[in-house]
Antibody, heavy 121, light 111 residues
Framework: QVQLVQSGAEVKKPGASVKVSCKAS????????MHWVRQAPGQGLEWMGR????????NYAQKFQGRVTMTRDTSISTAYMELSRLRSDDTAVYYC??????????????WGKGTTVTVSS | QSALTQPRSVSGSPGQSVTISCTGT?????????VSWYQQHPGKAPKLMIY???KRPSGVPDRFSGSKSGNTASLTISGLQAEDEADYYC???????????FGTGTKVTVL
């Protein structure tokens, strides 16, 4: 079945970087964008950006420009999200979610279970 | 890109209907028919409930319906059930530069 399996929880110190992975299975990896969405404790969902696994092209939310890098390894159907210069307010659950690369498709139909990233000194 | 505006909470008794609004601008909700809605239970990942304003994915009960007028989209849950108690988020396409923006989220309580 279609699933996105994310890497385990991370604890990082302020100023460090974190890299979260999202392994896709059950579908053609290159046929779907991979989006990253985060949710701080008790807060709402926040779109961070997306990567086209086919081309490697990315779009990032302005808020994260310069701090986030999204990459992929098509040989293992895995997408990555790296966030640098971590601050305490980056403490959140980070989700990956797929979105079909088809003109006029704009919804995320499968989500990973989330990766908790805690930033604390 | 600012978050879309949703009411913080709505509530209803079992069997009643509740409607959640999602207000944006002509650059997002009003500019495209690409509003989606997600249900999130505590500690769980979001689940797609509505896409393209009013379409339901396979497996989503027809108690859930969506609509849009101008810059405001709405999600209606008819025949409210206990399992509908969750947080709900709208999301809109907003153009090629910053493609997606989520709503602030609404907690639905079944009384």
């Amino acid at each position: 079945q279609v699933q996105l399996v994310q890497s385990g929880a991370e604890v990082k110190k302020p100023g460090a970087s974190v890299k979260v992975s999202c392994k896709a299975s059950g579908y053609t990896f290159t046929g779907y964008y991979m989006h990253w969405v985060r949710q701080a404790p008790g807060q709402g969902l926040e779109w961070m950006g997306r990567i086209n696994p086919n081309s490697g092209g990315t779009n990032y939310a302005q808020k994260f420009q310069g701090r986030v890098t999204m990459t992929r390894d098509t040989s293992i159907s895995t997408a990555y999200m790296e966030l640098s210069r971590l601050r305490s307010d980056d403490t959140a659950v980070y989700y990956c979610a797929r979105l079909r690369i088809t003109m006029g498709t704009h919804y995320m139909d499968v989500w990973g279970k989330g990766t908790t990233v805690t930033v604390s000194s | 890109q600012s978050a879309l505006t949703q009411p913080r909470s709505v509530s209803g008794s079992p069997g009643q209907s509740v409607t959640i609004s999602c207000t944006g601008t002509s650059s997002d909700v009003g500019g495209y028919n690409y509003v989606s809605w997600y249900q999130q239970h505590p500690g769980k990942a979001p689940k797609l409930m509505i896409y393209d304003v009013s379409k339901r994915p396979s497996g989503v009960p027809d108690r859930f319906s969506g609509s849009k007028s101008g810059n405001t989209a709405s999600l209606t849950i008819s025949g409210l059930q206990a399992e509908d108690e969750a947080d709900y988020y709208c999301c809109s396409y907003a153009g090629s530069y910053t493609p997606y923006v989520f709503g602030t989220g609404t907690k639905v309580t079944v009384l």
